[in-house]
Every structure is written in structure tokens, then in C-alpha cells.
């Protein structure tokens, strides 16, 4: 059992910055990896980033790449979220989720826990 905690969301106008970060706790030995997601009003749950928990390759949706960042600190295993640049295309609610053991977080399907959701609303 993995428990997620998402922070930091807030509002902000646009070009504007925020920082989400996920606290993981319980059996963190079993992720593989990390991923943010977020579905906007009206919208389908999305992918936005992951990151493979050992090597640290990360991979970015088109719509945030170059904005948006994902990182770890596998010490204390926490996950962030720096998001550059912000729209108002990029309002919606953000969750943090954990795949274990051999899912990849290539698809919704592969996340195995998810957050309680944090929301982020940009303003134009």
C-alpha cells in the first residue's frame, strides 16, 4: 500500500509560476515510478509527467513541455511539479500517482495509487 499527498496548488495569473510537490509514504520500496495527471473541467484525466524512480528519466505531455518540470527527492521520497510559464489551459486539478513494481505510468491504467488532488487555477 502506497499513500500520495498532493501540495501546492493556488492560483496565479498567467506566465505566472507554481511549485506542486507529492509526499509518498508506505511502500514506496515498490513504485517504479511517478507521474503528475490532471483533468480539467469538461476534460479527460491527462498525463501530464513522470519520472522513473531509480534513473530518473522523465517524460512531458507536448502541451507542457519546456514549461514544466518533474523531479524526485528519492531520500524523502517527494515528487515536484515546477511549472513555468502557466496558461489558462493549464487549469485543472493536479494529481500526483505511483505505479509499482512493473507498471510504467505510460497510461492512466499503470497507476496503482493516486492522490487526493490539488487545484491550480491561471488566470488570464
Known amino acids: 500500500q502506497v499513500q500520495v499527498v498532493e501540495s501546492g496548488g493556488g492560483s496565479v495569473q498567467g506566465g505566472g509560476s507554481l511549485r506542486l510537490s507529492c509526499a509518498a509514504s508506505g511502500n514506496t520500496h515498490s513504485i517504479n515510478c511517478m507521474g503528475w495527471l490532471r483533468q480539467a473541467p469538461g476534460k479527460e484525466r491527462e498525463g501530464v509527467a513522470h519520472i522513473y524512480r531509480l534513473h530518473g528519466t522523465s517524460y512531458y505531455a507536448s502541451t507542457v513541455k519546456g514549461r514544466f518540470t518533474i523531479s524526485q527527492d528519492n531520500a524523502k521520497n517527494t515528487l515536484f511539479l515546477q511549472m513555468n510559464s502557466l496558461k489558462p489551459e493549464d487549469t485543472a486539478m493536479y494529481y500526483c500517482?505511483?505505479?509499482?513494481?512493473?507498471?510504467?505510468?505510460?497510461?492512466?491504467?499503470?497507476?496503482?495509487?493516486w492522490g487526493q488532488g490539488t487545484r491550480v487555477t491561471v488566470s488570464s
Open positions: 500517482a505511483a505505479g509499482i513494481f512493473y507498471n510504467d505510468c505510460r497510461t492512466l491504467s499503470d497507476y496503482n495509487y
